[in-house]
């Protein structure tokens, strides 16, 4: 873990007038990569017991050129002499490997500043050249020693599953087992295993469509050996979650042939979480950014991937009762009685419609009394004459005890008033007359304006 990275550059380094070249150079004592852009020192020259490796073909190499006396520049040679024996396609391979590796490792120094991080072989180079050429790339290894270090694998190509079981040997072998092993692989190796979006529904959020793929033997590996397993997309990285499909075992009172949209609804599925199951007929996808990865400095942080796994367990429980109680409900609808027909009694004859009666005439308005202005020659009724009430009596004086006044005194008696004549009654205009009658106009005789009034023609 102490060890400085030290690394070829993306060219091959070439002693001065030999052809033999490595793309990479491991060294088996330090566990890294060899730089010699940054001096030999430490470095022993020759092939120092086998220490140096050839990453492409896995031949041991040979340090020249890193004696004092030396009057060449440090180069590294095969020990054949003669060039790599890794095809120019392998080395591009590696070289393409390298560099996808390094920007992974730089994109997790960007995230956590100051954290210790280094690109590391986690084996011997030497002891495996037995096994063939491997298509992974070094480690990234994060933090310090013990349970705190966090093993980070980027391959970008297929990788055997003898090979993912040895490296996993390996980092256990040298870190520790509480060391966490996490493999970061190529969005590429979804399309070879995609399968059918899932549509998701989780509690409290919008609905989405996560991704599935079918799980490889070397994922199954890693989660097998306490390991994790993501899947880089550009910004985002895919969290897996066991899908555990299933048809849902039909009851009593239940049915599920659903004749319209709901006809799938007995297909169902459940959630493993938060690794997925070993039984999981698939893996659905779960996306989180990131940044929301690696919030936690030195770790990286399943928060919202936790969360949004809860959530969708939640929703399946309601989606799992919601589902039954519709079915049972088909079922109710099916196989309700059907009940007696009620007998029909005969429709009423209708009624024979009454011929309206003719309305009644307006009742004649009373004649009035007979008065005497109706009769010729009667003076019309006249009102009765008030009563005539008895004079009273003459005043008495206000002399006390009775006594007459003297005759100068002059609270004199009043004068006795002589009652005088009745006014005779008012006289009034003779009644009219009734107007002659005018005889009708003969059969054909026209009446003019002087007939109306009693002239002659």
């Keep these: ?14 002693a001065m007038g030999d052809e033999a070249s490595v793309s990479w150079v491991f060294d088996n004592a330090t566990r890294d ?3 010699l852009a940054h001096g030999t020192t430490g470095l022993a020259p020759g092939l120092a017991g086998g220490r140096y490796v050839c990453w492409a073909c896995r031949e041991h190499l040979m340090l020249k050129g890193a004696r004092p006396d030396s009057k060449v520049s440090p180069y590294f040679s095969h020990t054949s002499g003669a060039d790599c024996a890794a095809a120019p396609a392998v080395r591009e391979q590696l070289e393409a490997d390298g560099r996808i590796v390094i920007e992974f490792q730089r994109r997790i120094t960007r995230a956590w500043p100051g954290v210790h991080c280094v690109l590391e072989a986690p084996f011997d180079a030497g002891a495996n050249a037995a096994a063939g050429r491997s298509v992974l790339p070094p480690a990234v290894v994060v933090g310090g020693d013990g349970n705190e270090v966090l093993v980070v694998e980027r391959p970008r190509r297929p990788v055997g599953t003898g090979e993912v079981e040895q490296r996993i040997q390996a980092v256990k072998a040298r870190y520790g087992g509480g060391a966490r092993h996490v493999w970061f692989w190529a969005k590429d190796a979804l399309q070879a295993a995609r399968l059918a979006d899932l549509a998701v529904l989780p509690r409290g959020l919008a609905k989405a469509r996560h991704a599935t793929i079918a799980p490889t033997e070397q994922q199954l590996a890693i989660l097998a050996a306490g390991g994790r397993v993501y899947f880089l997309d550009g910004q985002q990285v895919l969290i897996p979650y066991g899908v555990h499909d299933f048809d849902h075992e039909q009851r009593s009172e239940e049915d599920w042939d659903f004749p319209d949209w709901r006809w799938g609804w007995h297909r169902d599925w459940r959630i493993s979480h938060p690794v997925p199951a070993p039984d999981a007929t698939r893996w659905g996808l779960a996306p989180v950014t990131f940044d929301e990865l690696t919030r936690t400095r030195g770790v990286f942080s399943l928060a919202t991937a936790n969360d949004l796994m809860n959530r969708l367990e939640q929703s399946q429980r309601g989606r799992w009762r919601s589902r039954r109680s519709q079915a049972a409900a088909l079922y109710q609808e099916r196989h309700r009685p059907t009940p007696p027909a009620e007998p029909t009694a005969p429709l009423p004859m209708p009624a024979a419609e009454a011929s309206p009666e003719p309305p009644a005439p307006p009742a004649a308005p009373p004649e009035p009394p007979a008065s005497a202005a109706a009769v010729p020659g009667s003076r019309p009724h006249r009102p009765p ?16 005890d009775g006594e007459q006044l003297p005759e100068d005194s002059v609270y004199l008696p009043a004068a006795a008033v ?24 003969a059969q054909g005789q026209r009446r003019g304006w002087r007939s109306l009034f009693g002239l002659r023609t």
């Design 33 to 35: 990569w060899v730089d």
């Design 418 to 441: 002589p009652p005088g004549p009745m006014p005779p009654p008012p006289a009034y205009p003779p009644a009219p007359g009734q107007p002659p009658l005018v005889p009708s106009p």
């Design 1 to 14: 873990m102490n060890a400085v990275r030290r690394r070829l550059g993306p060219g091959m380094i070439r």
């Design 385 to 400: 004459l008030p009563e005539e009430r008895p004079e009273p009596e003459a005043q008495k004086t206000n002399q006390p």
